[in-house]
């Protein structure tokens, strides 16, 4: 989905066209190992991360289009 001229979002990505950078978030990497830990028993979210990658690089595929970096917040 087109945000301004030069940012796209994608899925749970921001891709910005100018510079070629893939920007993606809130995948909470570690949290489960965390709750884990404290005895908190949570659905693990790993398969659910590699499903939303997988979404976000088939989408910058079918476009043709070229990552130069990758920022995860």
């Known amino acids: 989905m ?3 001229d030069n940012i796209e979002a994608v899925d749970l990505g921001v891709y910005l066209k100018d510079s070629k950078v893939l920007v993606v978030s809130d995948f909470h990497i570690g949290y489960e190992e965390y709750l884990f830990g404290k005895h908190i028993p949570i ?3 790993f398969d659910e991360i590699i499903k939303n990658l997988d979404l976000i690089f088939n989408l910058l595929d079918k476009g043709a289009i070229k990552i130069k970096e990758i920022i995860i917040l």
């Open 43 to 45: 659905r693990a979210q």
């Open 2 to 4: 087109q945000i301004l």
